[in-house]
């Protein structure tokens, strides 16, 4: 399978613990980005890289989110000190340039 | 105000009808433009791009109205298959997607 991969699919978890997840882009994108989405809402821009840089992260993102793209391959969001409201869709999708994006499954977080 | 804005619908249609979409952006600097289809709990996967002089793909009709700054999507004879929430999405840099336009096709 060569498209984005995202590991876990869903993740249960307490609130106040900090979660990491992972997307392993399409090898040849130089783009990788994260959206979060909501029941009823588009995907919401989180931030995105090109190769290694992260070149802009939302304003309406807090300092409990970071995502960061070792080696322009693959990358990682972590959450610390999760909150209900965190609870959502996390989506990574990747792209050459600014042509069009393949996404991931995503990562179902549930915040109890 | 949002960067991209769509109605959410929904819109329910009968099998074979004509629907239409509209969607709005803010940045007058967006650079390209796509629609993207996003089936029940499923990841977006690209529908078609929209380029300036308009283009069509078999049922599927989008134009760009740079002066106003909208964009739109035609389905003509609409099939069941076509029931999914269509995403209006811009460039400006990095992709912005709109809120969706939930269709649903009813035979």
């Given at each position: ?10 993740k249960i978890t307490k609130r106040g613990q900090n979660v ?44 409990r989110f ?12 972590e959450i610390q000190r999760t909150e209900q409201g965190d609870s ?21 977080l549930s915040v109890l | ?107």
């Amino acid at each position: 399978d060569t498209g984005v991969s995202q590991d876990p699919r869903h993740k249960i978890t307490k609130r106040g613990q900090n979660v990491t997840f992972r997307c392993d882009p399409i090898s040849e994108h130089n783009r990788l980005y994260w959206y979060r989405q909501t029941l009823g809402q588009g995907p919401e821009f989180l931030t995105y890289f090109q190769n290694e840089a992260q070149l802009e992260k939302s304003r309406l993102l807090s300092d409990r989110f970071s995502a960061e793209r070792p080696k322009g391959s693959f990358s990682t969001l972590e959450i610390q000190r999760t909150e209900q409201g965190d609870s959502a869709m996390y989506l990574c999708a990747s792209g050459q340039g600014q042509e069009k994006l393949f996404f991931g499954s995503g990562t179902q977080l549930s915040v109890l | 105000r949002k960067e991209v804005e769509q109605d959410p619908g929904p819109f329910n249609v009968p099998e074979g009808a004509t629907v239409a979409f509209n969607c709005t952006y803010s940045n007058s600097a967006s650079q390209s433009f796509f629609w993207y289809r996003q089936d029940c709990r499923k990841e977006p996967k690209l529908l078609m791009s929209v380029y300036s002089s308009g283009n069509e793909d078999g049922r599927f009709t989008a134009q760009l109205n740079r002066a106003s700054q909208y964009i739109s999507l035609l389905i003509r004879d609409s099939k069941l298959s076509d029931s999914a929430t269509y995403l209006c999405v811009v460039n400006t840099d990095k992709l912005i997607f709109g809120t969706g336009t939930r269709l649903q096709v009813f035979p």
